[in-house]
């Protein structure tokens, strides 16, 4: 999934060799999670008391609880309405989760809980009951010690953003308390996140090897005909039988113009002849991101226009993993796909030179960006992990053992994009050279998006399905084999008869 293009930004990386890593554990260890905890609490400015919310239990709505990434990463707990308190006081910490209480008439209801001594038993930290945090942060902070929030204070106060729970705990906090200090410790946490453990790793390696998986069946499956949502079903069907938790975000299947609309998810229209389809998705296994897109001609074969796009992107990507090796940075990786598309696309005529800028101030003002973003306006990756977009260390420093992050480069010729850019005479000027481009290319969109980790022996390339052109055809014009039986279903008939929410979005 792209991320806003944070300037240039992207990440990005790849290879060294084919040597895979080695089975690991795929789980991680009280002893892991307690030296988070240890690691947390020296990189505190000073003594204090740590507080990380875990996430409520959905209210009313039965819908799937989810932890908090935060929590989880210094708990491991994925109970709702769980609190971690840290205390960190004259060279000494303490750490005690507050739980719910063990209740087996309401387990009727909600399943079994920890309860104290469980929480207790599973993590090796002392754990009491959920209605005895406020009065121990009063205890606490009555001694003048200051509050560490792990994330969710709002940066900002504005009326309309909802306040967060940890603001609103603040709140009732700094009325009890007067002098309270409170600061927030995400960015230590994201530091701490940016370097994926070994066990985190192989999670990582499991969540993308069940992606690759659902990648092959959906373009083993594709065809002409076909909702978006039946490639969706298939991929989120493979996922879970995988023992993938769920999507780590919302399954992105695109075709025809709505494969150019980055984070498109309606997933519901009918697949013609001549699309080209971009399925952005990832597995979530045992809370760790996958995120591998591919795309696909929906008939199996890429007309002239989408080869020579798919395979400038490709390039791009190529030219992206040839730089990220250990110690790279990120901004190396994003500069060496930019030039490949710059160049790319003014060899396709859809921009005026590698280095043409354009109009891009909305209100008419004077500033300039350049052309070639007019398509590829998102980073090049990110890291990932406990969340599909998630701290890596290359944000804040360089490549180095412990990354994972994707690279995804992509060119999106979207059928109105010369109606949407700011209209001034420079911008006329250039449309009129690059409109017979742009209908030819129209909702020709393609992005290819990988999964990277870095250790010691360096940066190897891990979501391994079919990218290079042959490679893709040949699945494509593969037996199907996919089993699935609605397309020809009645009940899809009657869909596709009542066109019900149909999307089209991509702008005609
Ligand atoms: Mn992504």
Known sequence: MPRRSLSLAAAALLFLSAFRAGPLAAQITADEYASRRAALAAALPSDGVVLALGGEEPPEDFLSFWQRPNFLYLTGLREPSAAMVLVRRGGRTATTLYVQP???????????????????ALTGAGARLRGELEPALDSLL??????????????????????TVEDLLVARLKKRH????????????????????EAELALIGKAVAITVDAQRAAMAAVRPGMNEFELQALIEYTFRRNGADRPSFATIVGSGPNATTLHYNADDRFMEDGDMVVMDVGASYRGYAADVTRSVPVNGRFTPEQRAVYQLVRDAQASAERQATLGATKQLLADSAAAVIAAGLAKL??????????????????ERCPQYR????????????LEVHDPDQYDRS??????????????????NLLQILPDTPRNRAMIARIRPAVERYRNVAVRIEDDYVATERGVEWISRAPRELAEVEALLASPRTDGIAARDSAKVQWYRATEAGRSDRGGH
């Open 102 to 120: 063990r209740d087996p008439a309401r387990e009727v209801w909600t399943g079994s809980r920890l309860g104290p001594d469980g929480a207790a």
């Open 142 to 163: 009555g001694g003048g010690l200051p509050l560490y929030v792990a994330g969710g204070l709002s940066a900002v106060a504005r009326e309309d953003v909802p306040p």
């Open 178 to 197: 007067r002098a309270l200090r409170v600061a927030s410790v995400a960015g230590q946490l994201a530091a701490m996140r940016g370097r994926k453990s």
């Open 349 to 366: 005529g859809l921009i005026e030179a590698a280095d043409a800028t354009y109009d891009c101030a909305e209100g008419g003002g004077a």
């Open 374 to 385: 007019m398509f590829y306006m998102h980073g090049l990756g990110h890291g990932i992990g």
């Open 398 to 415: 360089r490549i180095a053992p412990g990354s994972a992050f994707t690279i995804e480069p992509g060119v999106y010729v979207r059928a």
